[in-house]
T-cell receptor, first 108, second 113 residues
Framework: GQQVMQIPQYQHVQEGEDFTTYCNSSTTLSNIQWYKQRPGGHPVFLIQLVKSGEVKKQKRLTFQFGEAKKNSSLHITATQTTDVGTYFCAAGTYKYIFGTGTRLKVLA | KAGVTQTPRYLIKTRGQQVTLSCSPISGHRSVSWYQQTPGQGLQFLFEYFSETQRNKGNFPGRFSGRQFSNSRSEMNVSTLELGDSALYLC????????????FGEGSWLTVV
């Protein structure tokens, strides 16, 4: 079945440093979504990517969908303490397969 | 517009008991899906309902079941609870089931003792 791997599992950065998490699939994806879950909270939708090679930006966050639609990345520029949380990618059409998540800790 | 509402938020059950969790989707959303989140297994898909029909099911034992009502509200039931069922159960809704964004509720924290 479809699997979605996410790396790294954990990332500790100093405030102001950049952060990137990668999502890789064993199969071609129709779309990919990114979610953020704050500690103690629930996943919150960030963005959806659909097109091959698509790049979308949200303020300090940059999302990319690979040309082969098998991988994606989320890059945060100049992290802030408010970026703390776990970032998940999710893929699927009728049921979503979530990546294992990357837990980001930002040290002030 | 109200978000996805889940009840109860927290509950403690004893092994062998059964539990029913409720989910009210965002108004107008017809697809409701359920996920189990544990520290070790991450977010695992349980099942998805659309127009009162179960469209997809994850790899969980038959003790896990669900249903959807005509108003799109959904319930999930876990029978014969085991310690390993302790988890955050998340409900998510979307307009339909064909790749639309899913919106999560705050979840129901289940502890089995």
């Amino acid at each position: 079945g479809q699997q979605v791997m996410q790396i790294p599992q954990y990332q500790h950065v100093q405030e102001g440093e950049d952060f990137t998490t990668y999502c890789n699939s064993s199969t071609t994806l129709s779309n990919i979504q990114w979610y953020k879950q704050r500690p103690g909270g629930h996943p919150v939708f960030l963005i959806q990517l659909v097109k091959s090679g698509e790049v979308k930006k949200q303020k300090r966050l940059t999302f990319q969908f690979g040309e082969a639609k098998k991988n994606s990345s989320l890059h945060i520029t100049a992290t802030q303490t408010t970026d703390v949380g776990t970032y998940f990618c999710a893929a699927g059409t009728y049921k979503y397969i979530f990546g294992t998540g990357t837990r980001l800790k930002v040290l002030a | 517009k109200a978000g996805v509402t889940q009840t109860p938020r927290y509950l403690i059950k004893t092994r062998g008991q059964q539990v029913t969790l409720s989910c009210s989707p965002i108004s107008g959303h017809r697809s409701v899906s359920w996920y189990q989140q544990t520290p070790g297994q991450g977010l695992q898909f349980l099942f998805e309902y659309f127009s009162e029909t179960q469209r997809n099911k994850g790899n969980f034992p038959g003790r896990f079941s669900g249903r959807q009502f005509s108003n799109s509200r959904s319930e999930m039931n876990v029978s014969t609870l085991e310690l390993g069922d302790s988890a955050l159960y998340l409900c998510a809704s979307s307009l339909d089931s064909s790749g639309n964004t899913i919106y999560f509720g705050e979840g129901s924290w289940l502890t089995v003792v």
